[in-house]
């Protein structure tokens, strides 16, 4: 399983990469307005930062709602380096766009997806991945956990090559869930990532070897 995080934090995302387990990264337009990242100038310089701190996938996310825009918006990413994933929502100017980029090449996002038809809809399109968001499923009362199961049998039912790539991940059991699911990958917060770090008997059992060391070595 592929671990993204998900912010346009630079200093997070250096140190989720200094743990030596992230594969990408993710952002969306309210990630970088937290950042205070604005103006395309400014935008395309931080997703070539982000690139030069992680060797993997990174999602940029496009902010035009028409095809062209779409594709013109997409290309300039693309453009960036290797690594950007155009992010598309799942609009239908965004699937006729996911379409095109994918017959000349350049991998896409479909984000926004809250069910399995839209899912489906985006891997037919040719989207690289597609993205269910979990946690907002589960605030609006509806399983957001299901939904990836669903995405994962249809995906695997055809052999999409489309990997899934859940999102709106809040806690650590989300994301064990969707490793015991099978989602290709997942993206959330730093803090999902370095909470898998802890135990309580890892910390107390550490605690107890080091003073019987200290004990005989004294
Ligand atoms: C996905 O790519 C989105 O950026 C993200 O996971 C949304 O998460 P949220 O619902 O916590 O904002």
Redesign the pocket.
């Known amino acids: 399983m592929k671990f993204?995080i998900?912010t346009a934090n630079l200093n997070e995302i250096r140190e989720a990469y200094d743990l030596g387990v992230l594969d990408g990264v993710?952002?969306?337009p309210?990630?970088m307005a937290k950042e205070g990242i604005k103006g395309h100038d400014k935008v395309m310089a931080h997703y070539k930062a982000i690139c030069e701190i992680v060797d993997g996938d990174i999602?940029a996310?496009v902010i035009a709602v028409d095809y062209e825009g779409i594709i013109r918006e997409g290309e300039l990413l693309a453009e960036l380096h290797p690594n950007i994933v155009v992010?598309v929502p799942m609009i239908r100017e965004g699937v006729k766009a996911i379409k095109y980029f994918s017959d000349k090449g350049i991998k896409t996002?479909c984000?926004?997806i809250f069910n399995a038809g839209q899912a489906l809809l985006a891997a037919k399109a040719g989207a690289t991945y597609v993205?269910p968001?979990?946690?907002?499923l589960d605030?609006i009362g509806q399983d957001g956990m299901q939904l990836i199961e669903q995405i994962v049998q249809i995906f695997s039912n055809y052999g999409y090559p489309t990997e899934v790539?859940a999102?709106?991940?809040?806690h650590t059991m989300h994301l064990l869930q969707c490793a015991e699911i099978g989602a290709d990958v997942v993206?959330?917060?730093l803090n999902v990532i370095t909470s898998l770090l802890n135990h309580p008997l890892t910390e107390s059992g550490l605690a107890k070897f080091l003073a019987d060391h200290k004990k005989v070595n004294a």
């Open positions: 993204f998900d993710t952002t969306n309210s990630l999602s996310e992010k996002n984000t926004l993205s968001f979990i946690g907002r605030d790539l999102a709106s991940v809040r993206t959330c917060p």
